[in-house]
Each structure stands twice: as C-alpha cells, then as structure tokens.
C-alpha cells in the first residue's frame, strides 16, 4: 500500500500504472493457488489476489482497475489509472 501511496502522490491524473502479478480465480479450489497464497504470507508477507481483490487495493490507493490481461498461469498484467 505504502509504494501504490508513493505512486498516487507523484502522478498526473489520469497516469497508466503497469503491474505484473499473480491474479487469482475468484472460485480457485485447486491447492496450487491456495499454496503460494500461504507461501506469499509466510515468506514475503505478501498475498495472491483475486481481481475483486486488486480492484479494492488500487481504489483504496486511488486507483482504477482498468485492465487485467492473462499473460499465462496466474501471471496477468494489471493495468491501473490514477482517479
């Protein structure tokens, strides 16, 4: 949250924020997904999302999800633009 805070503050309205990251299946029931979601939180204190689940971060941050394009696997690259 502290680093999409920094972003927000120095960017133009309207700014494109390019992510790469994982994005979870909103109804994942296979152990790979639920996996590295407690792999993130024990070793990187991090956490794989579902898109409801960015879409809330990038609005808490000031954000809108514009875009989340599969790239393979759970890879997906979500774009963003500043509200």
Same mark, same amino acid.
């Given at each position: 949250?502290v680093?999409?805070?920094?972003?927000?503050?120095? $960017?133009?309205?309207?700014?494109?924020?390019?992510?790469?990251?994982?994005?979870?299946?909103?109804?994942?029931?296979?152990?790979?997904?639920?996996?590295?979601?407690?792999?993130?939180?024990?070793?990187?204190?991090?956490?794989?999302?579902?898109?409801?689940?960015?879409q809330?971060?990038?609005?808490? $941050?000031?954000?809108?999800?514009?875009? $989340?394009?599969?790239?393979?696997?759970?890879?997906?690259?979500?774009?963003?633009?500043?509200?």
């Amino acid at each position: 949250m502290v680093i999409l805070n920094n972003v927000k503050a120095n $960017a133009p309205r309207g700014a494109k924020l390019p992510l790469i990251d994982a994005v979870v299946d909103e109804s994942a029931t296979s152990s790979f997904p639920i996996v590295l979601d407690v792999e993130m939180l024990t070793f990187a204190s991090g956490r794989e999302r579902t898109r409801s689940q960015w879409q809330n971060l990038l609005e808490k $941050a000031g954000f809108r999800l514009a875009s $989340a394009t599969a790239l393979g696997g759970l890879s997906r690259l979500v774009g963003a633009v500043v509200a």
